[in-house]
């Protein structure tokens, strides 16, 4: 069940082999005494690349395995509907897959399997959906209320707290037809993400301006396989941001503050999870959770109808708190480095470094893998290496679990 990085990774590997080699000197300039003991020791090996496991990007079933003849027309659409074929295509049109793929989940009638009866994941959403349409939706602690149409409008995110914000830029609130999508839609009107994208409320403009840059300019590539469209999504459409929209995004979502949006829960058996949107839900009955950290939206309606208040699960092996504590404060031996050295006492970061206390560990998991295999490997990036480069997979999952288990700094 493991899937070996995608090509395009194998190719940032490459180009990023340089980068590793400069990082190994590094730290002795700059940092503690055991890094510069390492620094002088023979050429260190650059270690191999860890194969990224397939529960760390939930791909929808008909996105990874398309049904072959299409059994019904496609429904007339406001806006153009992708198949799934589509999402293998390029980056640029997996664009516009994500802005439609979550959709028939969407609009599937909310159904909740009783314990123990398989449900059908991925099934195209049935027509006795459609009379619904007009129906008016809200989420809870909302004044507002949508249909399930507007709620799936890449091009007008749905803002369930119009109270909790200042007045958003068009580029955030509605993005830029035809290519860029709303920020809001994906990452919400303040940023506080979900797991399939990033939190965005609160990281230093600075930083927000220095990643929009590097995807644009290809640096900082999509994450994950191709056809998992939210990361490939984020590539595409920032090939054509402008400076202005790069700074009006950064500013606005810099002054926004991240609530607390993941637990944490350590446990050998977990509710049965499937993919669904991106992520997952519980499906009835239960399963070993294994050597795995899965991210779990305990009301998968609140999910696909972009709640932004809901709190997700995150179920990891027992141990990995304790693990993910002791790593991240002492750097057990030398193992990894110690967080707060950069990311500050409560790892709410810096006006350059980014915030990590509090985020999606789905999110954490991701970006230190990324680091520990080059794909990441832009110049900033490099200040990472020395902290990931002797962990394994279970070390970044202890990681993501504690740092994603705290409270975010206020
Ligand atoms: C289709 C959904 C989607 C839309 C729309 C979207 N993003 Fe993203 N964004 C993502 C995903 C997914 C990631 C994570 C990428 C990864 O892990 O490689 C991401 C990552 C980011 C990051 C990196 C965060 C970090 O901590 O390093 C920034 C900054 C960002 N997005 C800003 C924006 C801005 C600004 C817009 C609007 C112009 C936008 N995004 C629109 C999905 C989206
Ligand atoms: C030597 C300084 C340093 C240390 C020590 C350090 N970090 Fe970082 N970290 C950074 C910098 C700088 C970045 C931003 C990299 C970039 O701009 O691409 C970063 C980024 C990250 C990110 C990505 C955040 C995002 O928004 O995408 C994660 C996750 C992370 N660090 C986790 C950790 C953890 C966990 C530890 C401790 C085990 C740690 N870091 C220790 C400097 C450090």
Known sequence: MI?????????????????????????AATTAAPSAAQAVTPPVAKPDPIPVPDWLYPIPEDVLHPPKPPKEPPKP????????????????????????????????PVETPKPGETPKPGVPAKDAAKPDEGELLTVPDSTQK???????????????????????????????????MACAFCHTPTGQGRPENSALAGLPEAYIKEQLQDFRSGKRPALGPEKYAPTQAMHALSATLTDAEIDASAQYFSQQKLARRHYVIESINIPRAEEAAWVYKEVGGSEDLGDRLIEVAPDITRHEHRDDRMQYTAYVPPGSLFRGKLLATTG?????????????????????????????????????????????????????????EKLE?????????????LYPPQ
């Open 146 to 180: 949508f249909t399930l149409a507007r709620i799936n409008d890449a091009f007008e995110a749905p803002d369930w707290h119009p109270e909790s914000h200042g007045p958003m830029p068009d580029i955030v609130a509605r993005g830029r037809k035809p290519k860029v």
């Open 332 to 388: 057990d031996k030398g193992k990894t480095q110690v967080c707060s050295t950069c990311h500050l006492a409560k790892l709410q970061g810096t006006d350059k470094i980014p915030p990590i206390a509090g985020r999606s560990p789905t999110y954490l998991l991701r970006q230190l893998l990324a680091f520990r295999n080059g794909e990441r490997a832009t110049e900033a990036a490099q200040q990472m290496i020395p902290t990931v």
């Open 393 to 405: 997979l279970d070390d970044m999952i202890a990681l993501a679990a504690y740092v994603g288990s």
């Open 77 to 108: 659409p406001k806006e153009p509907v992708k198949t799934a074929k589509d999402a293998s295509k390029s980056a640029k049109d997996t664009a516009k897959v994500a802005e439609t793929a979550p959709k028939p989940e969407a609009a599937k």
């Open 3 to 27: 899937r070996l990085v995608a090509l395009a990774a194998c190719g940032a590997l490459l180009a990023s082999s340089q980068s590793w080699a400069q990082t190994a000197a590094k730290p």
